[in-house]
């Protein structure tokens, strides 16, 4: 009789590749950039949580770049807890702080302002990106 833990790593999913994951990153950063910045004739608001989207969506790939065999679902807590605590943080005032969040790095790091639709975008894009994610790794029939 086979011995059932034997079989057991291979039944362990391991995950995506690091270079995969690198490239998926730099798209989503490569769109967020360009929905921010390259006049697309979209409306301010489609522009605006679209790139809240995108860059929830940045967070989870970030946090799977350093976990690449951590389950999908553990990624997408952390990523949301991430998202959150950035987020708050900008309720946080201080001279420096409030300098560096006016420049361009600043913004698209920390943003400037607090809102909880922001938190709503995040989550949509760490769901998005999860769900990718997850299909991803389920193994080729």
């Known amino acids: 009789?086979?011995?059932?833990?034997?079989?057991?790593?291979?039944?362990?999913?391991?995950g995506q590749s690091r270079p995969a994951l690198i490239l998926s990153v730099a798209a989503v950063i490569a769109a967020g950039i360009a929905v921010r910045f390259v006049p697309?004739?979209?409306?301010?608001?489609?522009?605006k949580y679209a790139g809240s989207t995108l860059w929830g969506a940045m967070v989870y790939g970030l946090?799977?770049?350093?976990?690449?065999?951590?389950?999908?679902?553990?990624?997408?807590?952390?990523?949301?807890?991430?998202s959150a605590a950035v987020e708050f943080f900008r309720l946080?005032?201080?001279?420096?702080?409030d300098a560096f969040r006016l420049t361009?790095?600043?913004q698209l790091l920390l943003g400037r302002v607090f809102s909880?639709?922001?938190?709503?975008?995040?989550?949509?894009?760490?769901?998005?990106a999860a769900a990718l994610d997850a299909v991803s790794r389920r193994p080729a029939r």
């Not at 697309?40 to 522009?47: H, M, Q």
């Open 92 to 97: 946080v005032q201080t001279p420096w702080l």
């Open 1 to 14: 009789m086979p011995d059932p833990l034997a079989q057991a790593p291979a039944m362990v999913d391991a």
């Open 40 to 47: 697309l004739g979209l409306p301010a608001g489609v522009v």
């Open 63 to 82: 946090v799977a770049c350093i976990r690449p065999a951590m389950p999908v679902h553990r990624l997408a807590l952390i990523a949301l807890g991430v």
């Open 104 to 106: 361009l790095a600043g």
């Open 116 to 128: 909880l639709w922001n938190l709503l975008a995040y989550a949509v894009g760490i769901a998005v």
